[in-house]
């Protein structure tokens, strides 16, 4: 049977693993990853006050510059500026850089209660996301099996922010500032690599049910 224009669409609109994987890791980059080596680079150098602005500058610098391009917005990246610029504000108007250190918590555990909060909407806060890790459209948002995929993600980031919040507090409390810093930069990834091993594999299965990667079969059909 010769292909049609729709399969060929079909077959267009469910790329790779692998470029799902590359889609996911470029935004993990410019989101996380870049903005905590530059701070962690210049605190090492003795300067914290360099570390919060050089941070702030990556993630400001980096939105200006997907702006300009005419590249989608991520919402990651605007997750960690508006956190970047609460805590560096907090500490310039305090003159305290504990307050930087202990800002990270408050904001893991606001976000946890924020997801937990969404999970009550008819769109949770990794449904928001989701665009940034793979090519969404609104017929396969409305799946049922997405829609509960969604659910369960927000659920299980909920309870790593929640656990990145106490783990924060808890070494705030028990090491020095050296000590913190240090620890905070192997726990904090560990923690989130977790995460997204999770998020991975719980994904991974629903897109294979559902057709979602390319290779992986016909997709199932969109509810009415």
């Known amino acids: 049977m010769p292909t049609t224009a729709c399969d060929g669409a079909a077959a267009t609109a469910r790329p790779r ?3 799902i994987l590359r889609h996911l890791g470029l935004s993990l980059l410019w989101a996380n990853i870049v903005p905590a080596a530059l701070f962690y680079a210049c605190f090492a150098a003795g300067n914290v006050w360099a570390a919060l602005i050089a941070a702030l500058a990556w ?6 510059w997907r702006v300009s391009t005419k590249r989608p917005t991520s919402g990651l990246l605007w997750l960690t500026a508006i956190g970047l610029t609460v805590k560096t504000a907090l500490s310039m108007a305090t003159g305290s850089t504990f307050l930087y ?3 990270p918590a408050v904001n893991d555990a606001s976000v946890a209660l924020l997801f937990l909060a969404s999970l009550a909407t008819a769109r949770p806060v990794v449904a928001r996301l989701a665009s ?5 459209t609104e017929d396969v948002a409305v799946r049922p099996r997405i829609q509960r995929l969604f659910w369960r993600l927000t659920l ?3 309870f790593v922010c929640l656990v990145k919040a106490a783990a924060t507090l808890w070494l705030l409390e028990s090491v020095s500032l050296g ?3 240090a620890v905070k930069t192997v726990m904090t990834p560990a923690i989130a690599t977790v995460g997204v091993i999770a998020t991975v594999v719980i994904a991974l299965q629903v897109a294979r049910h559902e057709g ?8 199932a059909p969109a509810p009415a």
């Open 212 to 219: 979602l990667l390319h290779g992986s079969g016909t997709p």
């Open 101 to 103: 250190f202990v800002q």
């Open 132 to 136: 940034d890790f793979y090519p969404m």
């Open 156 to 158: 299980l980031w909920a």
């Open 59 to 64: 993630c400001y610098g980096a939105m200006a």
């Open 179 to 181: 000590t913190f810093v």
């Open 17 to 19: 693993l692998r470029a």
